[in-house]
DNA sequence: TCCATATTTCAATAATACTTGAATTGTCAA
DNA sequence: TTGACAATTCAAGTATTATTGAAATATGGA
């Protein structure tokens, strides 16, 4: 993964309303959840709400289907793992350190 | 780890200057890196980096120890691991998905 | 087609974060 | 105790990001 990617990614998850969204599309699973479902669990108004899954789709780490007149977003695993292997390569310049184990939640 | 620690070590990281500083503090491992030499390796101003370095610190990313006239700092990975192992957690509702492994680089 | 629902975009304001130079603190060595 | 070096703090200006309400787009059903 890029750097900027990275910064983005980053980003995206750090902000409150985003870090929720975020985590409770990765509680949902391949289900995922349309932006009104979000809006009702975590109580965000749809304006907010809208702007932030912008955000987080920007960055990669979720991704939007239409179905029918809703929208069902998920979590991108695969971005996720991306994205917490890049703040752990090279740990101890393999030193004093096991080699760093693959990221969490290998088969999502 | 609080979901506010969780979203200030985010924010911390999600910085092209704090990225690199940490990520430079990782390779480095137990040893440290001083200011002085983490500013000539990435070619920071001093100034610069010492505002980016207490937003690390203030996020518990890092962590600086006094050694003569020099600071050393290295990289917290109790703190990194926890911060990983947040964004993961309960992933698919455990459905879908094997139990999320234990975070990266586990003998640091 | 026309209406209601789901969701997004736009524009303005409010809040937060980044950079820089100058001044300050702490430590060592002469 | 004075000078030099390592690093930080302060204060100011600039830039980026978040929030909100109003308006717009897209879809399905009467």
Redesign the interface.
Known sequence: ME?QK??RS??A????IR??V??AL?????EGMTPGALGEALDIAPTTLSFHLKELSHAGLIVPTRDGRHLIYRAD?AQ?NAL??Y???????G????E?????????
Request: glycine share 4%.
């Open positions: 750097e990275v910064i980053l980003s998850l750090a902000q409150e870090l929720r975020f985590r990765v509680v949902a699973g391949p695993y996720m917490l292997g703040l752990t390569e090279n740990c101890c310049r030193a004093s350190c096991a760093p184990t693959a990221p969490v939640c290998k088969t999502c």
